[in-house]
């Protein structure tokens, strides 16, 4: 008898499983074609430039891993590990600007051969300009509220050749090298179906497109305000903080994606400023000993950010502005991420997209605001995040190691 159409089509996802599989199972390296992205920096737009620096493959790969969550990560292939897809970078040239980018795509090709598009903007290097922008003014050559102007450009008019490395993304590509070959072990997260969290959750935040979930335990919240103002009644004030532990979860229904951060951890035996905040050893090897002991149990438990306070009022402590009074929200407040914040998330969470970073500050009515940020379009941009009432570690389902 011959198969019907619906046979046909089960062998021929069962034949893509298996394929699938395989490839997952051989762990096979996938080539990245990356574009030489350089950032120029001017007082006057188009002007003779103060700085030019080319964006090394360190940076580049932030852009891929992102890419990688929103394409592949969070449509149904959580277990597909970032060497394992293929990406191209291509350019998107301004109109009538010859050699500025208004930003770039990354093409992704997953192990099955299926194509992806990630867009971004120009506004993607930012965090690198405001570096360049700082480095300026430490010489003189800018003061730090000048005017001014960047492009993004293409750094070289031919291509990178194709190479292979046997560098790990750990510790850097180089810079000739676009394929590269690691031994990186399964991302560890659960199975849990998404329905019942969105009915169970309120959302605190502005909405900012089509962003993944992110929940947070309502006791965790409640523990991560506590340590990051804690600071605040310090006399002087002192920025203090916490570690986040959370598990990545993906849904069987939708494919989607998403992060429920359960607990976190103080940062104890910190070295703690009025406007820095930096982990010690001994903050770092406390943490890691709870976090491997909970592993024992819970292997998706990781750590998905850090919170912190910024224990100061924002303009020096300048008054509301005029119309604050006629205003639902005061818009004048600290919950923002410094070039600093910026740093220590990806020095910490390399190629970890995921990773969020929660700021509780202050406003000019000296109100109590937070505000939680996680990348986007090559930035760390505030969004919304979910209030849940509890998560149950133990009733997800742990996903299957291949």
């Known amino acids: 008898m011959a198969p019907t159409t619906q046979q046909k089509t089960t062998q021929q996802e069962t034949t893509q499983r298996d394929s699938h599989a395989a490839l997952l199972a051989a762990n096979v390296p996938a080539t990245k074609r990356r574009l030489p992205l350089a950032i120029t920096v001017s007082k006057t737009k188009g002007g003779p430039p103060l700085e030019s620096r080319r964006l090394d493959n360190s940076e580049l790969m932030e852009f891929e891993a992102e890419a990688w969550h929103v394409t592949v ?25 010859e050699g500025a980018l208004q930003g770039f ?58 190479a292979t490395s046997q ?17 990186s072990a399964p991302l560890s997260y659960l199975v849990h179906d ?41 006399q002087p004030p002192l920025e203090t903080g916490c570690i986040l532990i959370g598990a990545l979860v993906s849904c069987p229904r939708t494919g989607e994606f998403f992060v429920v951060v359960v607990d976190v951890l103080e940062a104890q ?28 149990r819970t292997p998706a438990l990781r750590f998905v950010g850090q919170a912190h306070g910024h224990p100061f009022p924002p303009l020096g402590g300048a008054p ?9 929200e005061c818009t004048r407040h600290t919950c923002f991420v410094s070039v600093d914040d910026v740093n220590w998330t990806r020095a910490v969470f390399p190629r ?44 997800a389902t742990p996903a299957a190691r291949s």
Not at 142 to 156: K, S
Not at 170 to 176: I, K, S
Not at 320 to 328: A, G, H, K, L, V
Request: proline share 4%; net charge negative; with cysteine.
């Open 73 to 97: 990560l969070r449509k149904g292939q959580p277990g597909v590990l970032l060497e394992q897809v293929g990406t191209l970078m291509e350019a998107d040239f301004e109109r009538g600007q």
């Open 105 to 162: 795509s990354i093409r992704v090709t997953d192990p099955l051969g299926k194509q992806h598009r990630c867009q971004f903007t120009r506004e993607a290097v930012s965090h690198q300009v405001t570096q360049v922008v700082h480095q300026l003014a430490a010489s003189g050559a800018l003061e730090l509220d000048d005017e001014y102007y960047f492009e993004l450009t293409v750094a070289d008019e031919c291509e990178l050749e194709t």
């Open 167 to 183: 560098e790990s993304p750990e510790t850097g590509a180089p810079e000739t090298g676009v394929s590269i070959k690691t031994h």
């Open 194 to 234: 998404l329905a019942p969290l969105l009915r169970q959750s309120k959302v605190i935040g502005r909405h900012h497109g089509d962003v993944a979930h992110l929940f947070y335990v309502q006791e965790a919240f409640e523990k991560a305000k506590q340590f990051a103002r804690r600071g605040g009644n310090e």
């Open 269 to 296: 035996d910190a070295d703690s400023n009025k406007f820095s905040l930096e982990f010690s050893g001994k903050t770092w090897t406390r943490m890691q000993t709870i976090l491997r002991a909970r592993q024992a």
């Open 320 to 328: 509301p502005c005029e119309i604050c009074s006629q205003q639902q």
């Open 352 to 395: 970890q997209p995921w990773q969020i970073c929660h700021i509780f500050g202050i406003n000019a009515r000296d109100e109590h605001v937070n505000k939680l940020f996680a990348q986007r379009n090559g930035q760390l941009l505030e969004r919304s995040y979910r209030l849940l009432p509890e998560f149950d570690l133990q009733a």
